[in-house]
Every structure is written in C-alpha cells, then in structure tokens.
C-alpha cells in the first residue's frame, strides 16, 4: 500500500455553514474524515453581522490549509464577497423546514435556555404543539419579538443559489447508503478541484463516511427524516404551508401543497 503523502493532501481552509439544527454536526464529523483537516473547537462564526466583521475578517484571513470554519452565516453581499476574495469555498447544509422546527423545537427545550422562545416554551400549560406553531408562525408580544419560519430561513436562503457554494442536504446524507456516498462525491470533488490530491474521490469518500460517529455529537437527539410527519397534526400542517409551503416547493421537498 502506497504511503499517504501528507504534503500533498493541503485543501485550503474552507468554511462549512448551515442552518441551524440542519445537520451541522453530521457534517462536520463528515468533513474531519478528510486526513488532516480540523477544526479549531469555538472557532465558530454566528450570523456574520456588520458589526463583527473585522473580527470575522481577521478569522477568515488566517485560515490555514485543512482548517475548517463552522458558522450559521447570514447571506450577505458583504459576506459573499468576503468569500470570493479570499478564495475560500462554502459547504452550506440545509434540511426540510419542518424537521428544522421539530428539532429546534427539542433543542430550545433542553439546551438553550438563552433562546428568546425559551421562556415561553418552558412556561406551565405550554404543549409542543404550542411550541411548535411559534417557530412557524413567529411571535410577536410586548417581549419577544421572533420572525416565523420562512424569515428564520430567509436570512439564509442568498447561500442556495451561489454558484461558488456547495449546497447539501441533511436528506442526502441521510437518505440511504447510496446517496450519501453520492452526496460525499460531490463534496470531494469540489474541495479538491484542480488540486493534486493523493486521494481518488472514491477513497475520500471512504475516509469521510468511516468518521460518521451520531452518538459523538453534541447536539444529536434523533436525526431522523421526516419526523414531523408523526409530530404535526393538520392544524400545524396547515400554518406552516400558510407560511412556507411555497418555500418547501422552491427548494424541492414538495410539488405541491398537498401533504
């Protein structure tokens, strides 16, 4: 067996980004199955607002090779070209809205007591049905100020269609073993295009699918497809297809309102 060439396997630094409770630490786990790559723990970039950018900027310019960054990062022009100026590429992750406000939902229940729906979901006579109708159709009252699904996923939603952004599923890495794989061809090869890499795609693929460890996450509870099938009832359905169904189409979970 040929000796693994550490100085060839340099992939320059590259961000991963996704919505939150998408998927982000499946793929990271994905990701760090590349020989080499890491990831500094806390190096982590929230939201990307105007405020933060000469931090973020100085995080962004000493990015080393094989480094990845992790953040839910706003789109913004400012960002978009923050990116291409520095040749750094995006693996952006995104997941069917519904399972987002299930898992979210779970998420700020348990472990985000500084989420600003916390109080309201952990008050007494609060269901999960409650709950979950809040993340769809946001709230708004003298002290919380919370946009509904399609404006959580809106600030977003510019990732989807850059042509520099390497866009995956939860779906994809979740589905079966075959689209997976196919889902970790794609990344690959977009990580190492025009490189000379000492892997073959099919042997990076290898690497990155052995490291997939659901127990290791911190925040893995379920990692289900499609769980708010058995969580929502027709009342729920409905609000969210009010307020996202016409989202869920454009991104190609449905074809229509009828589900």
């Keep these: 067996m040929p000796v693994f060439n550490h100085e060839k396997s340099k992939i320059p630094g590259f961000l991963l980004n996704s919505v939150p409770k998408s998927g982000t630490h499946l793929l990271k786990q994905i990701l760090l199955g590349i020989p080499d790559t890491f990831h500094i723990p806390g190096n982590v970039i929230y939201e990307g607002l ?58 700020i229940k348990s472990k985000l007591p500084d989420h600003p729906l916390y109080p309201l979901f952990t008050q007494p006579g609060t269901t999960q049905k409650d709950c979950y109708l809040s993340l769809i159709n946001g709230v708004k009252t003298k002290d919380i100020k919370y946009g509904n699904i399609a404006e959580f996923f809106r600030d977003f939603s510019g990732w989807v269609n850059q042509g520099e952004v390497l866009t995956v599923t939860y779906e994809e890495l979740m589905e079966s073993t075959q689209s997976r794989r196919k889902s970790l061809q794609h990344i690959a090869q977009y990580l190492t295009k025009e490189l000379n890499y000492p892997l073959s795609i099919n042997e990076m693929v290898h690497h990155m699918e052995a490291n997939i460890l659901p127990s290791q996450s911190p925040t893995f509870r379920k990692g289900g497809i499609g769980s708010w099938k058995e969580e929502f009832d027709d009342e729920v359905k409905e609000a969210f297809k009010k307020v996202a169904g016409d989202l869920l189409i454009q991104l190609g979970y449905e074809k229509n309102h009828v589900w």
């Design 50 to 107: 105007e405020k933060d950018h000469n931090k973020h900027l100085q995080t962004m310019k000493t990015l080393r090779d094989n480094e990845i960054i992790m953040g839910h990062i706003y789109y913004s022009e400012r960002w978009a070209k923050l990116l291409s100026d520095y040749q750094i590429k995006q693996v952006f992750i995104i997941r069917d809205l519904r399972d987002v406000v299930v898992s979210l939902t779970y998420f």
